[in-house]
């Protein structure tokens, strides 16, 4: 696959991913050979650059259509991942970062998240505890990008969003690697330290010159809360961007619900139900609630494992009180909401 930009040279060349419109709906599927009425509409849209299939991906993915390897999503991230370990590698060592490394990245795994319905299939597959720095910052930008999905932004919105999702612990660079590898509670003066990461984060994108000031803005705070309590800067909840409270109800849903060194992830009931609380002064309330309304609709048809150690299906959730849905084991129906000493412990995907 390969990252090109958008002129009558891509005629006749085929469409590596599938084209959305901004309300999602499919306007050229993956496979597409290119015409010039394509590119035109296409730089009409804003479309700037495209992914192009090679004759190495053609064989690939007849290969994995045979083994039955991982979907695009899954290769994307993985990209991503490895691009993002070299940018912040750059950052580390004092070598400056073009917009194109990062836009590159985001190129990468764009379409591949407006395509995939169940996101959390796949995010759930790739966490590794010894990359979770890495890891996290690529899954806070595609969940921030469904969630703005889901909020109908233009695709250009959500491009810049994901880009700013993808950088929003790139001030990490900066702190120190005893503060930002212990495993035990940090004292009061490392706590402080570790709050300085959105201004270096900010510092570090202003040097990106990535054009768009949101981007800057979003990893600036998304450390800040409802109730003006957060960091660095203690913003009123009407002071802060709207990419920063998308980007801060997606890095708690991940942090929450990832694997660590020092503790297992926490379930998603549990974790949906940790958000709902903090949403009250913590995290913006209607970026929570599209957040809680996918994860409802993604639900059914996954297994999911009780507390006495049964494993059902999810038939139904019922939507006030989605930690209890109706379960299906065998040929018995059990709504969680009427037995009330069983609950979820876990989801399968």
């Not at 005629?11 to 306007?27: A, E, F, M, P, T």
């Not at 991982?70 to 940018?87: C, E, G, H, K, S």
């Not at 503790?263 to 002064?281: D, Q, W, Y």
Request: with cysteine.
């Amino acid at each position: 696959m390969e990252i090109m930009k958008v002129t009558e040279q891509l005629v006749d060349h085929q469409l590596g991913r599938n084209i959305y419109d901004d309300s999602g709906r499919l306007l050229l599927p993956r496979g597409t050979i290119l015409q010039m009425s394509h590119i035109n509409q296409l730089l009409n849209m804003g479309y700037d650059k495209l992914a192009i299939r090679s004759e190495t991906d053609l064989d690939n993915e007849s290969e994995n259509e045979t083994s039955g390897e991982t979907n695009p999503l899954t290769q994307a991230f993985t990209v991503a991942v490895d691009n993002l370990r070299d940018l912040m590698s750059k950052v580390s060592t004092g070598h400056l970062v073009g917009p194109g490394e990062v836009e590159e990245t985001i190129e990468l795994v764009f379409p591949s998240v407006l395509e995939t319905n169940n996101i959390l299939l796949n995010l759930q597959d790739l966490r590794r505890k010894d990359e979770y720095t890495l890891q996290h910052s690529v899954s806070v930008s595609v969940v921030s990008i469904k969630i703005g999905q889901l909020m109908r932004m233009p695709q250009h919105d959500l491009k810049i969003l994901g880009m700013a999702g993808i950088l929003h612990d790139i001030g990490k660079c900066k702190i120190p690697l005893d503060i930002l590898n212990k495993n035990g509670s940090l004292s009061e003066e490392e706590f402080r330290e570790m709050q300085k990461h959105p201004i270096y984060g900010y510092e570090i994108v202003k040097e990106m010159k990535l054009g768009d000031p949101r981007i800057m803005l979003a990893v600036l705070q998304h450390h800040e809360h409802q109730d003006g309590k957060g960091y660095p800067l203690k913003l009123a909840a009407s002071k802060i961007h709207l990419f920063s409270k998308i980007i801060a109800v997606a890095d708690v849903f991940d942090a929450m619900t990832s694997e660590r060194p020092y503790r297992g992830k926490m379930a998603l009931f549990k974790a949906m139900n940790e958000i709902l609380t903090s949403s009250v002064n913590h995290l913006n309330p209607e970026v929570v609630s599209k957040l809680r309304t996918y994860v409802l609709s993604i639900c059914p048809g996954a297994s999911a494992l009780l507390n006495n150690g049964d494993v059902g299906r999810i038939v139904m959730m019922n939507t006030d009180e989605p930690s209890r849905p109706l379960i299906q084991i065998g040929e018995q129906f059990i709504n969680l909401r009427e037995h009330r000493d069983l609950w979820v412990k876990d989801i399968i995907m």
